[in-house]
């Protein structure tokens, strides 16, 4: 299924090699502890199906930047019968391992596979930055700040907490929280929240305040794919009206590349394909070229 060839883009071998890439893919197939419905493990090859029909030329750079920058498609990650944190550990080794390696990239996309995955990617980051440095904005329809769930504190429904075991969070679009989460985050200094009605408001306010919290940090970002409204992306496991439109995603984009110190690694999770149904894994697909060229592309003054 992961042929060489069959990469991120359709890129040819030179622009896909781990030497000749700045942007890294890294698929990670995992799907363990979804509540409702079920799919996630289908997302990566979905999203990189789907890549390959995305047009490379990009308007707003005038040239095709995956052919300048070039991203390379790794072996998805083994997913072994592991319990959930056994699964976060293998998860922040091999990201720790590929943001120490030699090659390594400048910017690492990490497919899920199902939220929980996000608490191994941060982990892994913040073993490689100087602490304090990291910080992570996290696209989601959930607060994700349960200490536990069903059991587990790597449960799906716990991966912002277990961010915020590392890094502040600032969270957009926001709709589903529960009583206990919302006692908890208004304790914490540690933790912004934008709830969906702010979050899809024409004025975007808070965009002010992203871009005042990545400043000068390092960000990783997580979108749970169903912060963005069920009328564009349907395959997510609990699809929950009003959320975050493209345009606005793509506003949460350039504020962050923009104004960041960079942005070593960003993840997109909880695709669930539907069968027949092609426009929300091309979104997807979209997602991680526009998220991979806004940070890749920018000014390097800004690099010092
Ligand atoms: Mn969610």
Known sequence: MFQPAWNFLGLPGDKASPEGARGWLLPVPYESTTSYGAGTREGPAAIIAASRQVELYDRDSGCEPAMRYGVHTMNPLAILQKSPDAMVRLIEEAVRGI??????????????????????????????????????????????????????????????????????????????????????????????????????????????????????????????????DPSIMPSVGTPEPGGVTWERMLDVIRVVSGNAEGVPVFDVVELAPIPGLRAPDFLAARLVYKIFTSVLMRPQAKKG
């Open 99 to 228: 943001l120490c390696g030699n090659p390594k990239p400048e910017v690492l996309a990490v497919l899920g596979g199902e939220h929980t995955i996000s608490a191994g990617v941060a982990r892994g980051i913040a073993r490689v930055l100087p602490k304090g440095s990291l910080v992570c904005v996290q696209i989601d329809a959930h607060a994700d700040l349960r200490d536990e769930y069903e059991g587990s504190p790597f449960s799906h429904a716990c991966a912002a907490r277990r961010i915020l075991d590392v890094c502040p969070v600032f969270q957009i679009g926001i709709r589903n929280i529960s009583e206990g989460e919302e006692s908890f985050r208004k304790k914490r200094r540690d933790v912004k929240t934008v709830f969906a009605e702010e979050a899809t408001s024409p004025r975007g306010a808070f965009l002010k305040d992203l871009a005042k919290f990545v400043n000068g940090k390092n960000v990783f970002l997580t979108v749970d794919l169903d912060g963005l």
